[in-house]
């Protein structure tokens, strides 16, 4: 029996792609952490007709597709329409509000072009008319036959100049650290990159247009990058806010000896807004250099980094009923057992008294035992030197340090 093919604005099914895509990305993170999940198609593309399916791209390394293919088994039905390879796997799920498709691939593959060709429509609007009319042109026809036509016109797309521009720009991108919020982008790890690719990521920091739009654009810039970075940088409007030293240190043997230990209540005990008060006091006068975002876009962050379970990781530590400061413990999203404290402070008026060194000892014990981090990374202002102390009293090990650079607004 011959299939039909029928297309819509990509705007009737928004709403509800955008829910489909939320909660299956969340699903396949919670078995998957390390994998990256893409919502890819065209119902990720603005302006775009589509069947009103939800495409979403699945990426993890070679070594670990085996066993994430075995895990979306259990969670999804295989496609037995599509070929499956020792690097690509499709899956589907049918009683959704909107038909589901699952599309697991290794990275560098041959087959890792969903998110590259899904984001080359969504800057390239002239490609996604001409493909609407394509969709248009067999609209109530054989299913088949526009399939056809469709591979035929993608793979026009992946000879074009400008696709090969964007993929290698995607590539770049895959080598740093990409911290995304509502109304900010941190870019970390740049230690990853030689001189002529911390250049070119510059570059693309200004015509990028995914980039262009963000409020707040940080980058940090490793020590081992000369004036000539700092330079471009301050040529292309970034203005150089501090320097942080990043440490390590590995949590096997972390104990606490001392018999003090202070008392704790979460998110989840106490209100947002006794929450964010004892924050915005520990985050007073601090060191560091303040945040380009104020407590509640700051709260807003971190319930978009670190997904539904945020509240177990907003902590207020008390000594006899009094708040003593903040310790946010989660694991590193993208990882599973790399431990980091989005915030870590004291109140002004318990700060000097030694109380730093034991609570930061506290938290990761709490990042070990609770999280199951088996390890800690942590990073702070040069010229923070209370808090270069709680690290050495904590057994930390420097192992970089950076310029933070802010884009001005």
Sequence with gaps: MTEIVTFAPEKEFRINAETVFQ???????????????????????????????????????????????????????????????????????EDEILPVGIQLTVNGSSVDKFRKVTQFFCEHPSYTEAYNHLKMKFEGEDMEEYRNEKSSFIAKILSTTEYEQLSKRMDLYEKVKFVEGETFLTIEETKNLTHSEMVELINHLKIDPSISIVKNVIVLVNSKFNSEIDALLVNNGFELREEN????RDLDNI??????????????????SDFKRVWKESMANSLNAPSS??????????????????????????????PLGVVMPHIEPGT???????????????????????????????LKN????????????KDNTPMLKTFR????????????????V
């Design 393 to 408: 009293n904590s057994g930390c090990t420097i192992v970089e340090s950076n310029k933070v650079y802010k884009r001005k």
């Design 336 to 366: 599973t057992n790399e431990g980091r404290l989005f915030y870590f402070g004291l109140v002004r008026s318990e700060r000097g008294k030694g109380k730093s060194k034991q609570l930061h000892k506290q938290a990761l014990e709490i």
């Design 293 to 322: 975002l104020n407590v509640d876009e700051q709260m807003r962050s971190v319930e978009v980094e670190l997904g539904p379970t945020y509240k177990a990781s907003c902590l207020v530590a008390y000594e006899s009923d009094r």
């Design 23 to 93: 909660k299956h990305s969340e699903l396949i993170k919670q078995v998957l952490p390390e994998s990256q999940v893409y919502h890819v198609g065209s119902t990720a593309v603005r302006g775009s007709l589509t069947k009103g399916d939800v495409d979403l791209q699945v990426r993890v390394t070679q070594e670990d597709f085996a066993k994430a293919k075995e895990s979306l088994m259990a969670m999804y039905s295989l496609n037995n329409g599509s070929d499956q390879t020792s690097f690509f796997c499709a899956f589907e799920k």
């Design 245 to 248: 030293i990043t440490v390590r």
């Design 255 to 272: 104990s606490l000896k001392e018999d003090v230990h202070f008392s704790i209540k979460s998110l989840n005990e106490i209100s947002t």
């Design 370 to 381: 609770d999280f199951d981090a088996a390890y800690y990374i942590g990073s702070t202002g």
